[in-house]
């Protein structure tokens, strides 16, 4: 079997170029063409990035639903019409400075599961159109809210109007909205300065590689990051019938006795994404190039 190339990298993502950019100075480092990631930063944001190489970004609807964590932080006493200090900027003239007790009762009204509208300008599709291109070309855009959850929120430091907060999130959330939600609940608009992303899912920033010491060797195993899903070890013999879709019996085995995704497992190796059935596993997704 082959399993050149399929598996991921964590990258530290610098300040000023696009996820998409990122992951095209990745391709070029280890020559490989098919790749994918678990969730963009834009330009303005830093942090951990999750590459997944070859037959790994089937996993990538699976590791998008990975919780985070995000370092911020929030320009109190402003507005701006991208949520960010891209701008443009509105200051409120009319802005007291916010004392700490008030700001943590604010930041503690968004821990949990919240209703949430995201940025005018981020890449949400409205009508088949990204809502930032109907921003950028003067339309007034509506975003609808959506269910987003929040883990918890630290206060790291407040010096108004400096305010700086840890925050653990589900997908789905968008750091820009919570700190200009943050800002209105305080009366006095808040905007995001700095975004710098820590963690993803298992993984932590600390593990991460710059961009430009990416190689070939960088690239880490697909067991690593499926290793806390449910494993379903199978004997060698079954390897070319998983390949070619047929089913394998498993006795008592159900679908209901699985809460999250479950992997098909040989000889220490992930081979697919498991489709599992009354008394039998089958491969949902292949995680190999073929079988020897």
């Known amino acids: 079997m082959s399993f050149a190339k399929n598996g991921f990298l964590l990258i530290d993502k610098p300040l000023g170029i696009t996820s998409r950019q990122a992951l095209f100075n990745v391709q070029k480092a280890i020559d490989c063409r098919k790749m994918g990631h678990t969730g963009t930063l ?8 999750v590459l997944l190489c070859g037959q790994a970004r089937k996993l990538q609807d699976i590791l998008t639903l990975d919780n985070k964590e995000y370092e911020v932080c929030v320009f109190l006493g402003a507005t701006s019409e991208t949520d960010d200090s891209e701008g443009p900027i509105h200051e409120n003239e009319q802005a ?19 209703e949430q509208i995201p940025p005018r300008y981020s890449a949400i599709k409205i009508k088949g159109k990204r809502a930032y291109k109907r921003a950028r070309d003067g339309e007034n855009v509506s975003m609808p809210s959506r269910k987003i959850k929040i883990h918890a929120i630290e206060i790291l430091a407040y010096d108004y109007p400096h305010l700086k907060l840890r925050v653990k999130c ?33 993984f932590d920033i600390n593990q991460s590689s710059k961009i430009e010491d990416v190689s070939p060797e960088t690239i ?14 199978l004997e060698d013999k079954y390897l070319r019938r998983i390949c070619h879709g047929q089913k394998i019996a498993v006795p008592n085995i159900t679908e209901q006795q699985f809460s999250s995704p479950a992997f098909l497992w040989i000889n220490d190796r992930v081979i697919a994404i498991a489709k599992i059935g009354d008394g039998f596993v089958a491969s949902r997704k292949l995680l190999i190039d073929e079988a020897s």
């Open 42 to 49: 834009d330009p303005l944001a830093t942090g951990l990035l």
């Open 170 to 202: 589900g997908s789905g959330t968008y750091i820009r909205s919570l700190a200009r939600d943050i800002g209105e609940d305080l009366n006095v608009g808040g905007y995001v300065t700095e975004l710098h992303r820590t963690q993803v899912g298992q």
């Open 220 to 233: 880490l195993p697909l067991e690593k990051i499926v290793v806390d899903y449910p494993r379903i070890d």
């Open 96 to 114: 007291q400075p916010c004392h700490r007790d008030d700001v943590e009762k604010s930041v503690a009204k968004f821990v949990g599961e919240i």
